[in-house]
């Protein structure tokens, strides 16, 4: 089971930053993602962390502004928003998957665990 959470009302320019809580199973040989869901577009790739090895991927849209990392007892990833605009603003998801290699992490189809979204909006 995966719990997302820090989502909120920022202006633009701010940071904020999101938690994925796993629980109910070792999540320690999954990769973990973000995606989100704009207002009106279809949920897109954010960027992703496997849990093992700390390898990661990112959208281009974010490179640069967005950090994924986990914690020591891979329990928890953590998405570090900086430079907040308002086209960040979405439901942002977070989905576990085992087994991916790096060219798979931003496919979502491959991702079998979800959370249920958290809400970020980005005020100008």
């Known amino acids: 089971q995966l719990q997302a959470s820090g989502g909120g009302l920022v202006q633009a320019g701010d940071s904020l930053k999101l938690s994925c809580q796993a629980s109910?199973?070792?999540?320690?040989?999954?990769?973990v993602g973000w995606f989100r869901r704009a207002p009106g577009k279809e949920r897109e790739f954010v960027a992703a962390?496997?849990?093992?090895?700390?390898?990661?991927s990112y959208a281009d849209s974010v490179k640069g502004r967005f950090t994924i990392s986990r914690d020591n007892a891979k329990t928890t990833v953590y998405l570090q928003m900086n430079s907040l605009s308002p086209e960040d603003t979405a439901v942002y998801f977070c989905a576990a998957a085992e087994r991916l290699i790096v060219s798979s992490f931003s496919n979502q189809n491959v991702y079998n665990y979800w959370g249920q979204g958290t809400l970020v909006t980005v005020s100008s």
């Open positions: 962390l496997r849990l093992r090895d700390r390898s990661t």
């Open positions: 109910g199973r070792s999540f320690s040989s999954y990769t």
